[in-house]
């Protein structure tokens, strides 16, 4: 199993970054799937995650700016993230779930593997 992120970068505020989470080894349209944040001296945090239904969860902190998605034929998973905030900067993680299920809360329990971590950095 491989998780592997990428696209992040340095951005003004108010731009925005597409995030992909490349994986292999299993169908991640099956799996629970998930994005997390941690910035310097914070812990992480759940951004947003998507169920093998199809079903999404926001922070409250993205809602309306961020999506979730995800490309089966390309076994890819993504983040839109729109009108980036300085407090966005962060390392972003893809995360893949134990199982299929659908948890109405972000917990990192939930998840056991999780890529390298891509670097968003909102500032002017």
């Known amino acids: 199993v491989q998780v592997v992120e990428s696209g992040g970068g340095l951005v003004q505020p108010g731009e925005s970054l597409r995030l992909s989470c490349a994986v292999s080894?299993?169908?991640?349209?099956?799996?629970?799937m998930a994005w997390f944040r941690q910035a310097p001296g914070k812990e992480r945090e759940g951004v947003a995650l998507?169920?093998?239904?199809?079903?999404?969860r926001y922070a409250d902190s993205v809602s309306g700016r961020f999506t979730i998605s995800r490309d089966s034929a390309k076994n890819t998973l993504y983040l839109q993230m729109n009108s980036l905030k300085p407090e966005d900067t962060a390392m972003y993680y893809c995360?893949?779930?134990?199982?299929?299920?659908?948890?109405?809360?972000?917990?990192?329990?939930?998840?056991?593997?999780w890529g390298q971590g891509t670097q968003v950095t909102v500032s002017t």
């Open positions: 995360a893949r779930g134990t199982s299929w299920w659908c948890p109405r809360s972000f917990s990192q329990s939930d998840y056991n593997y």
């Open positions: 080894g299993f169908t991640s349209s099956t799996y629970l």
């Open positions: 998507i169920c093998p239904g199809g079903s999404t």
